[in-house]
């Protein structure tokens, strides 16, 4: 019995013996294919960052490599993303909350939407774009921030949703047993308590469908349009920087080509930006998360 139990001992310390070896290869290689990435992007853009780049618009002749900057396609980046995240938290937070509070967790409808959600999430965002280029003809509305800002919703929409939900279904159903007891309402319940308790995830969330929205360029391709000047209404034309490095590093003049990969890194800092942004916020908002 000895010999079998010793046997055994050696054969599971092997075994996590391997398990980590490939856990440690994993997270080494991707951690590898990151650096590599942002150091090829940040060698390439080097000679092309300045800041005439990021205060100024692009001039006559920019695509062929004359002076000029991407302060266009930054602004529209910006302004399509807030947007979008906007309208796609207004309709993703009541139905989650929907999902959690007023039906239950074997709820054929509450399965259905979840599954609707996933099969929505997967669909590329060049259907997306397709689809939202249709809608926009329905409402005659021309290629505009507006029509951007729609579809990229759209995009966001349930990537925002299944992240949130996932989340609140961590939630202690005790939790909200003891809101009920104390008289509340449902809504005050997914208010008061589901919201706040799932703030740090809801946050996070928003976040993860932000940065999905901001650095996709097909949903926007037929729908935003694309300008040398910044948008001054939501029926303006808006460009993005995932249209720009498309449309720059399609040239065949290498100083184009260098701003392509300097409005990258620029697009890059951006989502930095907004990671750091929502740690430092999920500090101050985990003070009122039930531990």
Do not use: C
């Amino acid at each position: 019995m000895n010999a079998l139990a010793a046997n055994h001992l050696g054969r599971r310390k092997r075994t996590d013996l391997v398990f980590r070896v490939l856990a440690a290869a994993s997270a080494v290689m991707v951690l590898l294919a990151l650096l590599l990435i942002l150091g090829t992007i940040l060698w390439k853009s080097v000679p092309a960052l300045s800041l005439s780049m990021l205060t100024r618009t692009p001039k006559g002749g920019f695509y062929l490599g004359r002076e000029g900057g991407i302060l266009n396609a930054i602004v529209g980046s910006v302004y399509l993303a807030l947007g979008a995240t906007a309208l796609a938290l207004l309709l993703s937070l009541p139905v989650v909350l929907y999902l959690n509070v007023y039906k239950g967790r074997t709820s054929k409808t509450a399965v259905w939407t979840r599954f609707f959600l996933d099969v929505l999430w997967g669909v590329p965002s060049i259907v997306i774009g397709a689809f939202g280029f249709v809608i926009m003809l329905a409402l005659g509305l021309r290629a505009s921030l507006l029509a951007g800002i729609l579809t990229v919703a759209l995009l966001e929409f349930p990537i925002m949703s299944r992240a949130i939900d996932e989340v609140m279904r961590l939630v202690p159903r005790e939790l909200k047993d003891a809101s009920a007891s104390l008289g509340a309402t449902r809504f005050e319940t997914a208010v008061k308590v589901l919201v706040r308790q799932t703030a740090p995830g809801i946050l996070t969330g928003v976040l993860l469908a932000m940065g999905r929205g901001i650095g996709d360029a097909a949903s926007v391709l037929f729908t935003a349009g694309f300008t040398d000047r910044v948008p001054g209404s939501l029926a303006d034309p808006a460009a993005t920087l995932p249209l720009a490095i498309f449309f720059q590093l399609g040239t065949p003049f290498p100083e184009v080509q260098e701003r392509a990969y300097a409005s990258a890194a620029i697009l890059t800092l951006i989502i930095l930006v907004i990671s750091l942004a929502a740690r430092a916020m999920n500090r101050k908002v985990n003070r009122h998360v039930v531990k």
